[in-house]
């Protein structure tokens, strides 16, 4: 059995028969469609590719859940910025794991933090959102998962 390889790709550099087909598994599973033909149709492709690519589309929140995940941050040494960051993963329910933190030089550090996110209650995106609009975030990244 061939081991499978996964790579992580930003969304506008797939072929649009991949994010169809993501389009296509997200109807399904919300209820917006009930069958594949709805899907299918609704997303503009066909069953044979629908069924060709399900298996090997998946988005990155999913295939994240329930893991340790690292976040490196590049981070303006500002009083409290650390706590605010803290505090979006706490309001967002990530189990903070280790939190790693260099001595800030040239008025900046750099701070990885793992966490758990089995009970994360939004997508791995909109938690580096919320991270990225804190004022003092230079850099907010997902490093290993």
Known sequence: MKVPKYYIVEASALPEVFL??????????????????????????????????????????NMMHGRIITFQFLLHDRKGLLSSLLSIFAEHKANIQTINSIVPTNGSAV?????????LTVPLEELLSDVRQLSGVIKAEVLAG
């Open 20 to 61: 169809k087909v993501a389009e296509a598994k997200r109807l399904l599973q919300t209820g917006e469609a009930t069958t594949v033909n709805d899907a299918t149709r609704l997303t503009g492709i066909s069953r044979s590719a629908f069924y060709k690519y399900r298996d090997a589309v998946l988005p990155f929140q």
């Open 111 to 119: 701070v990885t933090i793992s966490a758990e996110t089995i009970d």
